[in-house]
């Protein structure tokens, strides 16, 4: 199982790459729900359930997020869904809410306007990955994750490079 679970992971990760070549916002949510697909079957593999809930809740986000006439009741309605899923399934160890927290906070921020704020978001949400994934023996997340913090890094420094 390990190495099928690394194995849509990698799927996955490389999705979330070209991602990034993507313009259109609809465009990237609609990949990303393919991309989280494989990376929740990854986690699945591994027997991380935290994980596979965090990227089913993700999908349904990304349908219908953009649907609600309200984002504040919809960003509450996922966050209750993700910690009763979460509690239901798996339990209470520490690690395990890491993909809680993660989802909790990027569901909270997906309308932040401003650009370096939200890669600081995602800088530490990736961080949080990191420690999970590799909990999990999910090695190729996690390398795609610190990967992920670099780049995203870079980006900021490009940004504020251009506010001067």
């Known amino acids: 199982m390990l190495l099928l679970g690394n194995a849509a992971a990698l799927i996955g990760c490389v999705i979330m790459v070209g991602i990034g070549l993507v313009k259109k916002k609809e465009h990237i949510l609609a990949v990303q ?42 960003k509450i309605l996922f966050i209750v869904v993700q910690v009763g899923l979460t509690l239901l399934s798996v339990g209470t160890g520490l690690v395990d809410w890491l993909p809680v927290m993660t989802v909790v906070v990027y569901t909270w921020c997906l309308d932040m306007k401003n650009a370096a704020a ?34 995203t890094a870079l980006g900021i420094l490009r940004i504020q490079k251009e506010k001067r």
């Not at 697909?37 to 993700?58: D, E, P, R, W, Y």
């Not at 990191?130 to 795609?144: E, G, I, P, Q, R």
């Not at 610190?146 to 780049?151: E, H, I, K, M």
Request: aromatic share 16%; net charge positive.
């Open 33 to 74: 729900c393919v991309q989280f697909t494989f990376m929740g079957l990854g986690n699945l593999l591994l027997g991380a359930s935290a994980g596979f809930i965090s990227n089913l809740v993700s999908i349904v986000r990304n349908l219908t997020f953009s649907r609600f006439a309200n984002p504040l009741r919809a």
């Open 118 to 151: 939200f890669k600081l978001m995602m800088i530490g949400t990736s961080l949080l990955w990191a420690v999970y994934d590799l909990h999990y023996l999910n090695y190729v997340a996690f390398t795609f994750d610190l990967l992920t913090v670099a780049s």
